[in-house]
């Protein structure tokens, strides 16, 4: 079917649920529209955005419930091929360090479905328990930044006056800040101690990456909450509640937050990909998680090295990262349509 | 506007002063010792460490120390290196033309290509063209740098042999043949940092350009009988680019930062790649000069998009 004809078959399916909403209205009841279904309407006709939804769902089920799958399948395979793992309740984790002396950097074949590395570790446990890494990292990273944006924001311009000075000139020397290398510096400098103080590498790595990330990504978030919040805090609804007695902080994020939400929606959508992308590239600049821990970036990393021989070990991660980026902007583009019909960025 | 200009120039300097406090805390107060590398060597027994440290005075309280590492910038003097023992400035010197060539480079291509795709695709909005700008944009700067950069070694220097991976610095250019060295190695790292830069650029052009066009003058331009030409290119476009420009001005910085993975990623030893070694050997003085050098590259081209702003839209009241 050519484009042209599916577009039509799309118009005529919407003419007709407008004529059936039609002879709805004349009926009784029709299902009230809200916001939200508003909103829902208008996301669902963004095709791209559709397209992001769905990649992450199937992420998401892949680093999650993929491995139970995988594992199975992968411990028969290694089984038939004469070099069974040791341990009598393999997890993921014991699957990602297996070292498969039979197959040393061999390409896509059927027991490692994505190949293996130089030391014969399957590349597809390693992406799977990296995704998990590395999406956690992007979440995590994304509520950090964005509750602390949305906090010094709210404050500021809820309060106004010398508060407000002093929160925009705190978030402007932030903005001053030169990330990559403020980044590199502290990940660097204050690692050691937070992983002793972890008690495992993997955690100490993940919670100063995360804290990092996160304490220099705030700053658009604090300006855009401030400024809904000084146009909202004049809004009669505010009146109402201040008259009603409500509580100042009950007014600031029960009655006023909710009405800011879109922006910080869209602004904590894009984050989780910068985030990842940040993430990978301490990774690659070697600042990163332990080398034992396989993350996106790490296995780019890694697999840099070998792009003559055996290419698919850095193209499958960093192929991962960009579908994971690519799809996290796109739902961030089509979010930003559907809660603000009226901005184009 | 020179009161205005004066008092941008005014709220920039103490805000340098505050970021190189943090710099210099957050480096004095992190544990490690700067000289941990004589400390595993054997022929330096702990008084001549002991001795070394004091020469460079490191026994002293570190706010002393930021105290007299100011005075002394102030004079010009940015100490010594730690691994090198030459003077700061005189290694940043020695790095700085590489990296400024790449990345000034980039920069041009990356805003001359930008411009003129985002205002093709506002003036087409929703076409093939605009829709194909658009995928790209988004593929962009959905890509980690040092991914592209793969990506560009695997295809053009591994497989066609058409650029080398490696950036040799040793190279003179004196002759045509050098000259053309000289390009062909730089390619690829320009190359990367142009997809990057190019997408987000090509992006805020295209919206600024809409924003723009919806509005009530271009009707007004149009319905007098000025041409589509006319009407884009001396309304839409002038107006347009104000915004633009400023982040043209704003986005100058993170290149910088872009150019950190570049120069990783290409062995080009610009300043990027010096930050990287440095953190590596814990030469302190030198990454507190790269950090707050690229922080007064943010905060000097921060104060230029404020002042273009403010000369090229005459909205802009200097209150």
Not at chain 1, 117 to 131: I, K, S, T, V
Not at chain 1, 272 to 301: K, M
Not at chain 2, 18 to 43: C, E, R, Y
Request: glycine share 8%.
């Amino acid at each position: 079917m050519s484009e042209a004809d599916q577009a039509l078959d799309g118009r005529t399916t919407v003419t007709t649920t407008s004529a059936l909403s039609q002879q709805l209205t004349t009926g009784i009841a029709i299902k009230p529209r809200t916001l939200l279904g508003d909103a829902w309407r208008r996301f669902r006709r963004h095709r791209l955005a559709m397209f992001g939804v769905a990649t992450l769902l199937f992420f998401g089920l892949s680093v999650s419930l993929g491995p139970l799958i995988y594992q199975g399948y992968l411990l028969r395979q290694l089984e038939q091929e004469g070099m069974p793992i040791s341990n009598p309740h393999p997890d993921l984790r014991a699957l990602v360090d297996h070292l498969d002396f039979l197959s040393l950097m061999t390409p896509p074949n059927s027991i490692h479905l994505l190949g293996t590395d130089d030391l014969g570790r399957d590349l597809l446990a390693r992406c799977m328990y990296g995704g998990r890494v590395s999406l956690a990292v992007g979440f995590v990273a994304m509520i950090i930044a964005i509750s602390l944006g949305t906090f010094v924001g709210a404050v500021a311009g809820f309060f106004g006056g010398s508060i407000d000075q002093i929160l925009m000139r705190i978030t402007d020397l932030f903005l001053s800040l030169p990330v990559i290398p403020f980044i590199l510096l502290t990940v660097y400098l204050f690692r050691d101690p937070v992983i002793l103080a972890m008690g495992s590498p993997e955690t100490g790595i993940f919670m100063i990456v995360v804290t990092v990330i996160g304490c220099l990504a705030w700053m658009q978030t604090a300006r855009i909450v401030r400024a809904s919040f000084l146009s909202l805090k004049e809004k009669e609804f505010v009146e109402a509640a201040t008259a009603l007695g409500v509580g100042t902080w009950a007014i600031m994020f029960r009655h006023i937050l909710p009405n800011a939400m879109g922006p910080i929606i869209v602004a904590a959508t894009l984050e989780v990909g910068s985030a990842i992308i940040t993430e990978s590239t301490l990774s690659f600049l070697g600042v990163g998680f332990p080398p034992d821990t396989p993350t996106w970036g790490r296995l780019v990393t890694d697999g840099s090295q070998y792009l003559q021989a055996a290419p698919w070990l850095a193209l499958f991660p960093g192929a991962l990262i960009f579908l994971a980026v690519l799809s996290i902007n796109f739902l961030g583009d089509g979010l930003r349509d559907a809660l603000d019909p009226r901005s184009r960025l | 506007m020179t009161q205005y200009i004066l008092r941008r120039v005014l709220i920039a300097i103490p805000t340098l002063l505050v970021i190189s406090f943090v710099i210099f805390a957050v480096l004095a107060m992190a544990p490690g010792d700067p000289l941990a590398q004589f400390a595993l060597n054997p022929a330096i027994p702990e008084s001549t460490r002991q001795l070394i440290r004091t020469q460079f005075g490191l026994d002293q309280p570190w706010p002393i120390r930021y105290v007299k590492w100011l005075t002394s910038l102030s004079r010009g003097d940015w100490g010594f290196s730690f691994s090198t023992k030459s003077p700061v400035i005189d290694i940043v010197w020695q790095r700085m033309p590489q990296t400024l060539q790449v990345v000034g480079l980039a920069y041009l291509i990356a805003v001359c290509l930008a411009i003129p795709i985002g205002i093709l695709s506002a003036v087409t909005q929703y076409s093939i063209f605009d829709n194909i700008a658009t995928f790209f944009s988004f593929v962009g700067f959905s890509v980690p740098s040092f991914f592209t950069g793969i990506l560009c070694i695997l295809l053009f220097a591994v497989n066609l042999k058409w650029f080398p991976i490696v950036y040799s610095t040793t190279l003179e250019v004196n002759s045509l043949a050098t000259f053309g060295q000289q390009v062909r190695q730089m390619f690829l790292p320009v190359l990367v940092l142009v997809v990057q830069q190019t997408a987000a650029l090509t992006r805020f052009m295209r919206s600024s350009m809409l924003d723009n066009l919806s509005l009530d003058y271009v009707r007004t331009a149009r319905a007098k009988g000025l041409s589509d030409r006319v009407v884009v290119v001396r309304h839409v476009l002038a107006n347009s680019l104000i915004p633009v420009i400023t982040l043209i001005a704003l986005g100058i910085p993170t290149i910088f930062a872009g150019a950190i993975i570049t120069e990783n990623l290409f062995r080009v030893n610009g300043l990027g790649a010096l930050l990287i070694t440095s953190i590596n050997n814990s030469d302190t003085p030198v990454v507190m000069a790269l950090t707050f050098i690229f922080s007064i590259l943010t905060i000097i081209f921060n104060l230029i998009a404020d002042i273009m702003y403010g000369v090229l839209d005459p909205r802009v009241r200097y209150g």
